[in-house]
């Protein structure tokens, strides 16, 4: 494993292979019987303990997430490990609270009631950009439902999901009940996702590969849930106020490096506000310290690989050709690791790559809108569905946005803050099903219906319809 802001060696770990896949899946369904049985309490005492042993262990979690994926230390610690432990503390929380309709007499004769139980073993494969929040994003509620849990990290960030399942197992979590497997998508992940003896598969991750996932688990009939890629755009009126928007677009664009599903991707700027946006997010950007993710001071960290780098810079360099004006950045600093500048591109074609595809680095592409039909159709003009916001102080136009932006998440006057208790999922090609709060949990249970014959005849009324006794 290699740290990416000095390309120097982080740690040596094994690969799975999938006969480990195959053990782990066997492990996982020896252990569902006892937790899925286990009481709403007892679960979430697990839990709780998990979220307060996280929570001691901070300083490591962070010093581990820095180290492998090069963010700043200011990130990790503010953002992605208090959040994960919000977020574990919030799953302790929501497994005693499962809801169903009333049971009743909805016929006569019967008395129905619900029953909300485990799907089962299920099967997580996470991405590398927020290893640990996206571990704690698909396997506290899974958990939580009382299912048991196979998750597979990426090959390049396995450290945080290595250490959750060990503060779970210190937590009192059965053994069996979560498992690591690591190693590569095309040996771990193709053997996970298309396993046979799992019950459900979701995936948080690219959309070309959530779709190969899906075929995977389709054979099979497997349940799954896909969080994929985001293209979001960031919509400016003419009424906004200026200094927040810019303010805004610089944080969401640069939030990990761009490297973030949700990030300000796609600027569409009111053409009165044009100039004055571009202008002042390239001040911003260019004052944006890049460089050691471990010093506080840090702003912006390296791209996960110099692989991606090359991406995310061919991207960049093939903007001009369609007509983009890079105002800023479009250069990696010399020197080891994966760094890349902050880049705003302004005048983008709606066809040019830059403006249509997942760059997932630290990049903001603008355009200018005519009126708020345009404005609307353009943020909609995506195949992503993921996450939006609209700038305004009008509270009808801001209505309005958030009417028919078509996505997963909008915000007003803010892009990116996520809580525990609110939704995160997309539309489209951004996936489907939701991460965080309850509505995550009912992605790990399966409702059953009981119906019960109260009336204790043999001869039901109801039987006269199929056959008449002669
Ligand atoms: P990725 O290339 O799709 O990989 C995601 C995971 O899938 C990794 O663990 C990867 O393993 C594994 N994988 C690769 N090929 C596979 C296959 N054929 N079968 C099964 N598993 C396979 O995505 P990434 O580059 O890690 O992450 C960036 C992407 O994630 C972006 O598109 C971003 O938008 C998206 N994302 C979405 C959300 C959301 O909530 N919607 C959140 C975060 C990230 P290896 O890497 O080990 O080979």
Known sequence: MINPATGAP?????????????????????????????????????????????????ADLVAEEVSQTGKPVRLAT???????????????????????????????????????EAVGVVATITPWNYPLQM?????????????????????????????LARLAAEAGLPAGVFNVVTGSGADVGTALAGHADVDMVTFTGSTPVGRKVMLA?????????????????????DDADLDAAIQGAVAGALINTGQDCTAATRAIVARDLYDDFVAGVAEVMSNIVVGDPG?????????????????????????????????????APDGPGSFYRPTLIADVSEQSEVWRDEIFGPVLAVRSFTDDDDALRQANDTAYGLAASAWTRDVYRAQRASREIHAGCVWINDHIPIISEMPHGGFGASGFGKDMSQYSLEEYLSIKHVMSDITGVADKTWHRTIFTKR
């Not at 208090?82 to 574990?88: C, H, L, Q, R, T």
């Not at 809801?99 to 019967?110: L, T």
């Not at 009939?221 to 009126?237: D, I, S």
């Not at 702003?299 to 369609?322: F, N, Q, S, W, Y």
């Open 217 to 237: 688990a389709a054979a099979h009939g497997h349940r799954t849930q896909l969080e994929l890629g985001g293209k979001a755009p960031f919509v400016v009126f």
């Open 78 to 116: 503010e953002f992605d490990v208090p959040g994960s432990v919000d977020n574990i503390d919030f799953f302790a929380g929501a497994a005693r609270h499962l809801e169903g309709k009333a049971s009743g007499e909805y016929s006569a004769d019967h008395t129905s009631s619900i029953r909300r």
């Open 135 to 163: 571990a704690v994003w698909k396997v506290l509620p899974a958990l939580a439902a009382g299912c048991s849990v196979v998750i597979k990290p990426a090959e390049i960030t396995p450290l945080t999901t290595l250490t």
């Open 10 to 58: 982080v740690a040596e770990y094994a690969l799975a292979q999938p006969a480990d896949v195959d053990a782990a899946v066997a492990s996982a369904r020896a252990a569902l019987g006892g937790w899925a049985t286990a009481t709403p309490a007892e679960r979430s005492a697990v839990l709780a303990k998990l979220a307060k042993l996280a929570d001691e262990a901070t």
């Open 295 to 331: 010093d506080p001071d840090t702003d912006l960290g390296p791209l996960i690989t110099l692989a991606h780098r090359a991406k995310v810079a061919g991207m960049v360099e093939r903007a001009p050709g369609e007509g983009g004006r890079i105002v800023t950045g479009g250069v």
